[in-house]
């Protein structure tokens, strides 16, 4: 995308008000009302993710969170708040953890670099190189190693997810899903990782559970 202008930014925002006020005269009255969303979108900051676009969405539609690498950490107040106030506040029966190929991040954690700032956060996606290291490094294409990384990373963000209580919560309830997405962003598709959370939560939970379900 070219350069463009902070006074160009100004000048299309209000081209895009007047397009919204002449399909609807209500839009911002109705849009001012409050939002209910269905779906809580956490991905990558990257952006060439442009999560409206990929998923199609207006305003209101979706509540976002986006971080370097699509990561939900266990002691990250940010992410972890942001969890719980779309669950527990605006009650969306949706969670979507959503990595790209090509990030940044995750190619970062496979390389032997030291990356200032970034290292106790990028801490966290070699994490998920250290338990899966072995299926990693038997992928002899660099690429295909990085794009296998990424997957993996968005399944374990996810397992961090049903980790949370709030979530817990909720799948007892029966009132939320949570899904594993990436995008390719070489070919503009959105990619459904297929999570088996009921296989997860049998895995996992005799060490997680927060909840006596008897």
Not at 3 to 19: C, G, P, S, T
Not at 87 to 109: L, M
Not at 129 to 146: G, T, V, W
């Amino acid at each position: 995308m070219a350069y463009v202008k902070i006074k160009d930014i100004f000048l299309h925002n209000q081209l895009w008000v007047a397009r919204q006020l002449k399909k609807d005269p209500k839009y911002f009255k109705n849009l001012a009302l409050g939002q209910k969303p269905q779906y809580l979108f956490i991905g990558c900051s990257d952006s060439r993710v442009s999560t409206e676009v990929l998923m199609n969405a207006e305003p209101g539609d979706v509540f976002i969170h986006r971080n370097i690498g699509n990561v939900v950490p266990s002691n990250d107040l940010n992410s972890l708040s942001v969890i719980s106030y779309a669950v527990n506040h605006i009650r969306v029966k949706h969670i979507v953890v959503c990595g790209h190929y090509n990030c940044g991040g995750v190619k970062a954690a496979m390389t032997v670099s030291d990356a200032g700032l970034l290292n106790p956060w990028l801490r966290h996606i070699r994490d998920v190189y250290r338990l899966h290291k072995a299926q990693l490094n038997a992928i002899e294409c660099l690429d295909e190693r990085y794009d296998k990384l990424v997957e993996l990373n968005v399944i374990e963000q996810c397992i961090n997810i049903i980790k949370t209580r709030d979530v817990q919560k909720a799948l007892l309830e029966k009132r939320l899903n949570i899904h594993a997405w990436v995008f390719d962003v070489r070919t503009g598709n959105l990619i459904d990782l297929k999570l088996n959370v009921k296989k997860i939560m049998k895995e996992i939970m005799d060490i997680y559970n927060l909840f006596d379900e008897e």
